[in-house]
C-alpha cells in the first residue's frame, strides 16, 4: 500500500530530528549489521551468479526520486506496430544471496526497508543494495528481464520473463522527466512512457480500480517551530508507478496458472470505512457529492491543493486490510478464493522491488522458474507459506514506524498551542464512550483523540481545543470548546 511519505526540510540539528534519533532508539530498531552480513556482502559482490543471456543492447533507464541509488527497476519502451513494448529489468537480489546465508538470514529478519523522514533503516547492506545489485547507469547487473507486450488500447497481448545481462543508459528523476515532456523535449521513450502510463491507468479505470496520488508531507521549520506542507506527485511518478503495476498484475497471473505463488491480496473495504472518509472529507472541504463512487472522487481531486493532499493522505487507511497470500498447490495449499486486490480490481503480486522488500525476491523466482518451463528452486518452495507471516511482522513493524512518525510530527506542529481553538469534525466515536471520540481538524490536517464534556456528535463540525501536544510521548489531546 502507498505509505504516507513524511520528509523533514530542517537542518540536522533541528529539534525533530534529535527526537527522531530518539524515536528510532525506543521503537529498539537494529541499524547495525552484524560483521558476517557485511563480511559476506562484500565477498558476493564481486561474484554474482551472471546470467547467459544478454540484453545489454537495450536502452534501459531508471526513474526515481533524485539522489536515489537503491535502484530496483529500469525499464526500455518502444512501439511495437500499432501497440507497444515494455521491457521492465529488475535487480536480481537472488544473484548475491546465499539461501540460509547470512544476508539471507539477516533479511528475513529485517523483512522490509524501514522510512523515517530523515533516514531509512534497508532491508539489504548499501554495498549490495546501492551497489553491487542496484541498477546504476553505466554498470552490468544480472536482472529478471520481463517483456510486456500491448496492444493499441494499453491491454496486455504477451508477458514473459526471464534473466538476463542488462546495462541501464540513464538515472533520471520525476522532476526532470515531467520537466522535459511538459516542455516538449522529451525524447521518444519517455513520450512514450506518458502515452503507455495514460493507457494503463484508462485500463485501471475500467476495471474499477484507483491508484492513490498520494503527496509527500513536508516539514519545515518555521519561527521556532514546524509548518505542515505536501508536495503533489506530477503524473510522470503515477505514470512510473503503472508500468510497476502492470509487472506485478502480469506476475500475479503467471503465478496464478501456475498453482504457486505469492500474492499481494486486499478485500473490498468495509461500509464503515467509506463512512468514517465522508467525515473526513468534510473536515477537509471535500466536495464529495452523494452518489459519487469513491474512485471517480479519487480522479477528480488535484493532490497540490492542500485539502485534497490532506484528504488523499487518509484514503490510505482504506488499504490496511492488505496482506500476503502464498499458494502451492503440490503442497494441497490453493490460491484464495478472492485472489484480488480491491484498490487495482486485480489479482496483484508485489514482485519489483527485491532490494527493498523480501515478498519479491521470492515472487520473482517463481515467475522465472514458471516462465521457463523449470523448476521452483527448492529453497522458495520450502519456504513460500511461511512467507506471509514474516511480511504480515515486517509490515506491522512498518505500519508502527509511519505512525509513531506522524505522531511525533503533529504533536511538534502543535507545541507551545495549548490553549488554541480549532474548528474540527467529529469522524469517530467510541460505542461505549461516548464523550471520548477522534477529530479531524482542517487546519493543519491533523488526526487526535477529543475527550471530554458530552456525547460527541459523529459527523458534525464542533469547536476544539488543544489540550496537550507533548512530542516527547507522541501524542496530542483535544477537548470540546
Given at each position: 500500500?502507498?505509505?504516507?511519505?513524511?520528509?523533514?526540510?530542517?537542518?540536522?540539528?533541528?529539534?525533530?530530528?534529535?527526537?527522531?534519533?530518539?524515536?528510532?532508539?525506543?521503537?529498539?530498531?537494529d541499524?547495525?549489521?552484524?560483521?558476517?552480513?557485511?563480511?559476506?556482502?562484500?565477498?558476493?559482490?564481486?561474484?554474482?551468479?551472471?546470467?547467459?543471456?544478454?540484453?545489454?543492447?537495450?536502452?534501459?533507464?531508471?526513474?526515481?526520486?533524485?539522489?536515489?541509488?537503491?535502484?530496483?527497476?529500469?525499464?526500455?519502451?518502444?512501439?511495437?506496430?500499432?501497440?507497444?513494448?515494455?521491457?521492465?529489468?529488475?535487480?536480481?537480489?537472488?544473484?548475491?544471496?546465499?539461501?540460509?546465508?547470512?544476508?539471507?538470514?539477516?533479511?528475513?529478519?529485517?523483512?522490509?526497508?524501514?522510512?523515517?523522514?530523515d533516514?531509512?533503516?534497508?532491508?539489504?547492506?548499501?554495498?549490495?543494495?546501492?551497489?553491487?545489485?542496484?541498477l546504476?547507469?553505466?554498470?552490468?547487473?544480472?536482472?529478471?528481464?520481463?517483456?510486456?507486450?500491448?496492444?493499441?488500447?494499453?491491454?496486455?497481448?504477451?508477458?514473459?520473463?526471464?534473466?538476463?545481462?542488462?546495462r541501464?543508459?540513464?538515472?533520471?528523476?520525476?522532476?526532470?522527466?515531467?520537466?522535459?515532456?511538459?516542455?516538449?523535449?522529451?525524447?521518444?521513450?519517455?513520450?512514450?512512457?506518458?502515452?503507455?502510463?495514460?493507457?494503463?491507468?484508462?485500463?485501471?479505470?475500467?476495471?474499477?480500480?484507483?491508484?492513490?496520488?498520494?503527496?509527500?508531507?513536508?516539514?519545515?521549520?518555521?519561527?521556532?517551530?514546524?509548518?505542515?506542507?505536501?508536495?503533489?506527485?506530477?503524473?510522470?511518478?503515477?505514470?512510473?508507478?503503472?508500468?510497476?503495476l502492470?509487472?506485478?498484475?502480469?506476475?500475479?497471473?503467471?503465478?496464478?496458472?501456475?498453482?504457486?505463488?505469492?500474492?499481494?491480496?486486499?478485500?473490498?473495504?468495509?461500509?464503515?470505512?467509506?463512512?468514517?472518509?465522508?467525515?473526513?472529507?468534510?473536515?477537509?472541504?471535500?466536495?464529495?457529492?452523494?452518489?459519487?463512487?469513491?474512485?471517480?472522487?479519487?480522479?477528480?481531486?488535484?493532490?497540490?491543493?492542500?485539502?485534497?493532499?490532506?484528504?488523499?493522505k487518509?484514503?490510505?487507511?482504506?488499504?490496511?486490510?492488505?496482506?500476503?497470500?502464498?499458494?502451492?498447490?503440490?503442497?494441497?495449499?490453493?490460491?484464495?478464493?478472492?485472489?484480488?486486490?480491491?484498490?487495482?480490481?486485480?489479482?496483484?503480486?508485489?514482485?519489483?522491488?527485491?532490494?527493498?522488500?523480501?515478498?519479491?525476491?521470492?515472487?520473482?523466482?517463481?515467475c522465472?522458474?514458471?516462465?521457463?518451463?523449470?523448476?521452483?528452486?527448492?529453497?522458495?518452495?520450502?519456504?513460500?507459506?511461511?512467507?506471509?507471516?514474516?511480511?504480515?511482522?515486517?509490515?506491522?513493524?512498518?505500519?508502527?514506524?509511519?505512525?509513531?512518525?506522524?505522531?511525533?510530527?503533529?504533536a511538534?506542529?502543535?507545541?507551545?498551542?495549548?490553549?488554541?481553538?480549532?474548528?474540527?469534525?467529529?469522524?469517530?466515536?467510541?460505542?461505549?464512550?461516548?464523550?471520548?471520540?477522534?477529530?479531524?481538524?482542517?487546519?493543519?490536517?491533523?488526526?487526535?483523540?477529543?475527550?471530554?464534556?458530552?456525547a460527541?456528535?459523529?459527523?458534525?463540525?464542533?469547536?476544539?481545543?488543544?489540550?496537550?501536544?507533548?512530542?516527547?510521548a507522541?501524542?496530542?489531546?483535544?477537548?470540546?470548546?
Amino acid at each position: 500500500m502507498p505509505r504516507q511519505q513524511l520528509r523533514i526540510r530542517a537542518a540536522d540539528t533541528a529539534r525533530i530530528n534529535r527526537e527522531l534519533a530518539e524515536l528510532r532508539a525506543g521503537l529498539d530498531l537494529d541499524r547495525d549489521w552484524p560483521a558476517e552480513v557485511l563480511a559476506e556482502a562484500e565477498r558476493v559482490a564481486g561474484v554474482p551468479r551472471l546470467p547467459e543471456f544478454d540484453a545489454t543492447d537495450l536502452e534501459l533507464f531508471t526513474l526515481d526520486p533524485p539522489g536515489s541509488m537503491d535502484l530496483d527497476q529500469a525499464m526500455g519502451l518502444s512501439r511495437r506496430g500499432s501497440g507497444y513494448r515494455v521491457h521492465y529489468a529488475i535487480a536480481d537480489v537472488a544473484a548475491f544471496v546465499q539461501p540460509g546465508g547470512a544476508i539471507d538470514t539477516e533479511a528475513r529478519r529485517r523483512v522490509q526497508t524501514l522510512y523515517f523522514p530523515d533516514t531509512r533503516i534497508p532491508l539489504h547492506p548499501a554495498r549490495l543494495s546501492e551497489g553491487a545489485a542496484s541498477l546504476l547507469p553505466g554498470e552490468l547487473r544480472p536482472a529478471l528481464l520481463w517483456q510486456l507486450d500491448l496492444d493499441a488500447d494499453g491491454a496486455v497481448l504477451l508477458a514473459d520473463v526471464r534473466r538476463a545481462l542488462v546495462r541501464s543508459r540513464r538515472r533520471l528523476d520525476y522532476e526532470g522527466v515531467q520537466g522535459a515532456i511538459d516542455s516538449g523535449g522529451a525524447d521518444e521513450q519517455l513520450r512514450l512512457l506518458g502515452e503507455i502510463g495514460r493507457l494503463r491507468e484508462a485500463r485501471e479505470a475500467d476495471r474499477g480500480g484507483v491508484s492513490l496520488p498520494v503527496p509527500e508531507q513536508e516539514v519545515e521549520a518555521v519561527d521556532g517551530g514546524y509548518r505542515l506542507g505536501y508536495r503533489a506527485p506530477r503524473p510522470a511518478d503515477g505514470w512510473n508507478a503503472q508500468i510497476s503495476l502492470l509487472t506485478g498484475m502480469a506476475a500475479a497471473d503467471l503465478m496464478l496458472d501456475a498453482g504457486i505463488g505469492l500474492l499481494r491480496t486486499l478485500p473490498a473495504a468495509p461500509e464503515s470505512a467509506y463512512a468514517r472518509l465522508r467525515r473526513t472529507a468534510k473536515a477537509l472541504e471535500v466536495d464529495w457529492p452523494e452518489g459519487t463512487p469513491y474512485p471517480v472522487l479519487i480522479r477528480s481531486l488535484d493532490p497540490a491543493r492542500a485539502n485534497h493532499a490532506a484528504f488523499l493522505k487518509e484514503c490510505t487507511g482504506l488499504l490496511r486490510g492488505a496482506g500476503y497470500h502464498a499458494f502451492d498447490a503440490a503442497q494441497g495449499v490453493a490460491p484464495p478464493a478472492d485472489p484480488g486486490h480491491a484498490a487495482l480490481a486485480a489479482p496483484y503480486a508485489h514482485c519489483t522491488a527485491p532490494l527493498r522488500r523480501l515478498a519479491d525476491r521470492y515472487a520473482q523466482e517463481i515467475c522465472v522458474a514458471v516462465a521457463g518451463g523449470t523448476d521452483v528452486p527448492h529453497w522458495v518452495s520450502e519456504q513460500l507459506l511461511a512467507v506471509p507471516a514474516l511480511m504480515e511482522a515486517g509490515d506491522r513493524r512498518a505500519r508502527e514506524v509511519e505512525r509513531a512518525c506522524i505522531d511525533l510530527v503533529e504533536a511538534e506542529l502543535l507545541r507551545g498551542r495549548e490553549g488554541e481553538r480549532f474548528d474540527a469534525v467529529v469522524i469517530d466515536v467510541d460505542e461505549r464512550r461516548p464523550a471520548t471520540g477522534t477529530v479531524q481538524l482542517r487546519e493543519p490536517a491533523v488526526v487526535a483523540r477529543c475527550e471530554g464534556g458530552g456525547a460527541l456528535p459523529l459527523g458534525e463540525r464542533i469547536k476544539v481545543k488543544l489540550t496537550l501536544a507533548d512530542p516527547a510521548a507522541r501524542t496530542v489531546r483535544f477537548a470540546p470548546a
